[in-house]
C-alpha cells in the first residue's frame, strides 16, 4: 500500500515552453502532497506544499507564478513549470501524506526527470 | 531552524562489509526521524524510522537509534551487499510546524563493491 507515482519520468522539452507533471496516490487518500528539487548529488529542497482543495504554500524563494501546482483532488496534484528554461532541469519528487495515516510520514514518487534545451 | 546533519560520501566498501553513516541533527522539539534510500533514478523510500528517543528504528538489516543526549541517528548495517548501493537520506519531521514538512540532510551515498 502507499503507493505515489508520477507522470512523465522523464520529459525533455525546448526553452520557453511549459511542462506539467503529475503526481498520484493509488491507493489511498492524499490529504496533502509535496513537492520537492533535487539537483545532482544534493538534497530534496522543499519547493511547496499543497492541501487538496486550496492554494499551495511555497517555500522561501520559489516561485509560485513560475511552478503552478494544483491539487484538484485527493488522489492527484500537478506541477505546472511555466515558460521554462535550462536553469529549471532538474530532478522534481512528490510526496503525499494521508489522512488518517502517520501523521509524520510522507510516501515519495519516483521522480521526473525535467531537462530544458 | 532546523538541519540535519550527515557525513559527506561517497562510503566505498567491500561486501559484507560493517556499515556506519552519521547523521546528527538540530530541532526545536521532540522531532521524529527517518532514514530514507534512493536508488538510481528513482524516488526516496523510507528505510526505517524512530519517534521518540531511545527508539531504535530497523529494516533490511540496517539499524539507527534515536540518540536524544548526542542529537544523533546513525544508520548501521553489520554485511553490506552490492545491492545496498544508493543514497541515503537522513531526515526529521519537527513538532514544532506539526509534523507538516521534513528536512532533509544533503545524503551520503554508498557504492559497495563485490
Known amino acids: 500500500g502507499a503507493v505515489v507515482s508520477q507522470h512523465p519520468s522523464w520529459v525533455i522539452c525546448k526553452s520557453g515552453t511549459s511542462v506539467k507533471i503529475e503526481c498520484r496516490s493509488l491507493?489511498?487518500?492524499?490529504?496533502?502532497m509535496f513537492w520537492y528539487r533535487q539537483f545532482p548529488k544534493q538534497s530534496l529542497m522543499l519547493m511547496a506544499t499543497?492541501?487538496?482543495?486550496?492554494?499551495?504554500?511555497?517555500e522561501q524563494g520559489v516561485e509560485k507564478d513560475k511552478f503552478l501546482i494544483n491539487h484538484a483532488s485527493l488522489t492527484l496534484s500537478t506541477l505546472t513549470v511555466t515558460s521554462a528554461h535550462p536553469e529549471d532541469s532538474s530532478f522534481y519528487i512528490c510526496?503525499?501524506?494521508?489522512?488518517?495515516?502517520?501523521?509524520?510520514?510522507?510516501?515519495f514518487g519516483p521522480g521526473t526527470r525535467l531537462t530544458v534545451l | 531552524g532546523n538541519s540535519v546533519t550527515q557525513m559527506e560520501g561517497p562510503v566505498t566498501l567491500s561486501e559484507e562489509a560493517f556499515l556506519t553513516i552519521n547523521c546528527t541533527y538540530t530541532?526545536?522539539?521532540?522531532?521524529?526521524l527517518f532514514w530514507y534510500v534512493q536508488y538510481p533514478g528513482e524516488g526516496l523510500q523510507l528505510l526505517l524510522k524512530?519517534?521518540?528517543?531511545?527508539d531504535k528504528g530497523s529494516n533490511k538489516g540496517f539499524e539507527a537509534t534515536y540518540r536524544k543526549e548526542t542529537t544523533s541517528f546513525h544508520l548501521e548495517k553489520g554485511s553490506v551487499q552490492v545491492s545496498d548501493s544508493a543514497v541515503y537520506f537522513c531526515?526529521?519531521?519537527?513538532?514544532?510546524?506539526?509534523?507538516?514538512?521534513?528536512?532533509f540532510g544533503k545524503g551520503t551515498m554508498l557504492l559497495v563493491s563485490p
Open positions: 510526496s503525499a501524506r494521508y489522512s488518517g495515516g502517520p501523521y509524520n510520514e510522507q510516501f
Open positions: 491507493d489511498f487518500q492524499a490529504t496533502t
Open positions: 531526515a526529521l519531521s519537527d513538532p514544532m510546524g506539526g509534523y507538516s514538512t521534513l528536512t
Open positions: 524512530a519517534t521518540k528517543a531511545d
Open positions: 530541532a526545536t522539539g521532540y522531532p521524529s
Open positions: 499543497s492541501n487538496e482543495g486550496s492554494k499551495a504554500t511555497y
